[in-house]
């Protein structure tokens, strides 16, 4: 099997999805001679208007975060134009360390009915998006270390010729369950769907990043921080503004995130499937 490129193709709102893909996609790049290295950052609106196609000689790493235990349902449509081409694929999720449910299993199943054939697969942590505490600064070094010897176990499988014909087996279930609803202790549903950061013009010095965050495009150059669309609460934005001046204020969200920070303290380790 001739690998000629590998390529780590990503969604990430806050960088930490990326940051694994990355690193997987140039380990995997070292360990097969003579295969080159590209990158596809699909998370700015506009990379998601465009077809990519791969081919039987391609080594795909595909990554999202999870959201609400799936992958984000606003990337389905755009899923659903790859054409795989016959390329190896490497499904890789990253969750808040709460659980990455069936997002794993829906990911391999897109990338297999794309014409993608999938021959391993991850679950990493990273950072919460809605939190600075819960799973705070990962991926970490000790995650990074993990990825690399994954990614270089992977590609020593693939350059083996020990690819079974099946896709890889991962964990989840199938039929996929229903999207994680965020409820409170009397198991009353909260609604956060409609939830958007809000702005405190005092902070704002109008810099911009937020515009560039924002994967949905719900930011416009010509009103920077206010959120005027689509929010699937990446928390990009929030995250990545210099001066502070995004946060949230909505009850419900505030809870949520609290109750996640309090019910899943335990560092969880990345799951591998080889």
């Known amino acids: 099997m001739m690998i000629k490129r590998v390529i780590g193709m990503y969604f990430s709102g806050t960088g930490t999805t990326g940051k694994i893909v990355t690193a997987a996609a140039e380990t995997m790049h070292e360990e097969i001679p003579g295969s080159s290295l590209a990158q596809i950052n699909f998370t700015p609106l506009q990379t998601r208007s465009k077809v990519y196609r791969f081919s039987s000689e391609d080594l795909v790493v595909f990554g999202t975060p999870v959201i609400a235990g799936r992958v984000p349902n606003v990337l389905l449509k755009f899923l659903n134009t790859l054409e795989g081409g016959g390329a190896l694929a490497v499904p890789v999720v990253l969750y808040g360390n709460r659980n990455f449910d069936d997002a794993l299993i829906e990911l391999r199943d897109i990338l297999e009915a794309r014409g993608f054939h999938t021959v391993a697969a991850a679950a990493f942590i990273g950072e919460h998006s809605f939190s600075r ?77 937020c515009v560039e965050a924002c994967p949905m495009g719900s930011i416009k150059p010509e009103a920077p921080g206010v959120v005027d669309g689509i929010c699937i609460k990446c928390c990009g934005c929030e995250k990545k503004c210099p001066q502070g001046a995004l946060y949230f204020d909505d009850p419900g969200y505030l809870y949520h995130k609290e109750e996640l920070e309090l019910g899943y303290p335990e560092p969880k380790e990345p799951k591998l499937f080889l």
């Open 133 to 209: 505490v819960l799973a705070a600064g990962r991926p970490n070094e000790k995650d990074m270390a993990i990825c690399r010897d994954f990614a270089k176990s992977a590609a020593a499988k693939i350059l083996s010729g020990d690819v079974p014909p099946g896709p890889v087996t991962v964990d989840g279930q199938e039929p996929l369950r229903d999207y994680y609803k965020p409820r409170d202790r009397q198991g009353n549903f909260i609604n956060i769907l409609k939830v958007k950061p809000k702005l405190d013009e005092a902070k704002c010095d109008g810099c911009g990043l």
